[in-house]
């Protein structure tokens, strides 16, 4: 039997999770802060001149024209959402 010190496991901070390709902004739902399973995000990305959002917990989409609308959206429906998705 070993006793001493024990190395600390790695903790995977949201931050060094990739993005994926194209995301410029994520809030996690309210189902990963009760989990801890930070896919459950928000997804935000923009291009030419759109914005979109979309929830990896319940599929929510959003779109605008106006970008800092989609990031007052996102939050808000990341706030309140639980929805898990489906196992595979
Ligand atoms: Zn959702």
Known sequence: MTHGTSTPQ??????????P???TRRYLTKAAELTGNH?????????????HSRCTGC?????????????????KHAE???ALPRPA
């Open 10 to 19: 790695a903790q995977h901070s949201p931050a060094a999770q990739p993005w």
């Open 59 to 75: 599929g929510h989409p959003e779109r605008t024209y106006y970008a800092p609308e989609i990031k007052y959206r996102a939050q």
């Open 21 to 23: 390709e194209g995301v």
């Open 39 to 51: 896919t459950l995000a928000v997804e935000v990305s923009e291009q030419a001149g759109e914005a």
């Open 80 to 82: 309140t959402c639980r």
